[in-house]
């Protein structure tokens, strides 16, 4: 068999996932032929019954909105958010039997991919944090510090000195979300699945108060804004 790359699995587990619910589909239809060889009324009979049973999943509103969350927990429907979450779902009991049931994946197969997912989320969120710091460390604040010696020949004046303590309450406010972003990577955990736990629960939130949301600066402000490059034409970046 040949084995999917990661980017390959969300495809792997809807192709499956059609396959198995159309074997049966075919096997309810053969069964309400028997008792009723009506092909329509057998074909409605099924229909129904699976909408009965499952029609708490359709949702004709927008999948997205905070409405959906809400209507889904009155449906009892699984609402999975974060990677480290979701990730286990896939050597979930109901997953296993339907993989192995279709001949695709064995438990072992799946729990190979679940735990090399997992370690590839980690590795990830690891890197960005690393990149964001460095980022940070190397352009930010520096060009923050620099700004503020600029300013130190006004730091007499009322808008001066204004300005110049503005701009090192921000200076030191990066420095200490730098120095919680990198303490928080640091941390290391027993296993692989408590790693992506805290990298998404520790790591992700250091990392957005490094790079938070632009605040309401004056027009042309842009302290603490980096721009990545443009890549050239022929070249093109890593997929995610």
Aim: charged share 30%; aromatic share 4%; proline share 6%.
């Amino acid at each position: 068999m040949q084995v999917p790359r990661l980017g390959a699995g969300p495809l792997v587990a809807l192709n499956t996932i059609m396959a198995d619910s159309l074997d049966k589909l075919a096997d309810d239809l053969a069964a309400a032929l028997k008792k009723n060889s009506d092909f329509n009324s057998a074909l409605q009979s099924v229909l129904k019954d699976i909408l009965t049973k499952h029609g708490r999943v359709i949702f004709n509103g927008n999948g997205y909105s905070e409405e959906w969350h809400k209507e889904a927990a009155k449906r009892g429907l699984k609402n999975l958010r974060t990677t480290p979450d979701a990730l286990p779902e896939i050597v979930a009991k109901s997953s296993v039997e339907v993989f192995e049931r279709q001949g695709v994946l064995s438990k072992a197969e799946l729990e190979s991919r679940e735990e090399i997912y997992t370690h590839s989320y980690v590795l990830t969120v690891n890197t960005e944090s690393k990149l964001v710091s460095d980022i940070a460390k190397t352009l930010l604040l520096p060009a923050a510090l620099k700004f503020a010696a600029d300013l130190t020949p006004v730091e007499k004046t009322k808008s001066g000195g204004k300005l110049r303590k503005e701009v090192i309450g921000l200076a030191d406010e990066l420095a200490s979300a730098i120095d919680a972003l990198d303490a928080a990577r640091d941390v290391s955990k027993s296993d692989t699945h408590a790693q992506a736990k805290h990298s998404c629960d520790k790591v992700l939130p250091a990392m957005l108060k490094v790079r938070p949301r632009p605040r309401a600066e004056p027009p042309g402000s842009a302290l603490f804004v980096v721009r990545a490059p443009r890549l050239p034409a022929k070249a093109e970046g890593p997929s995610r």
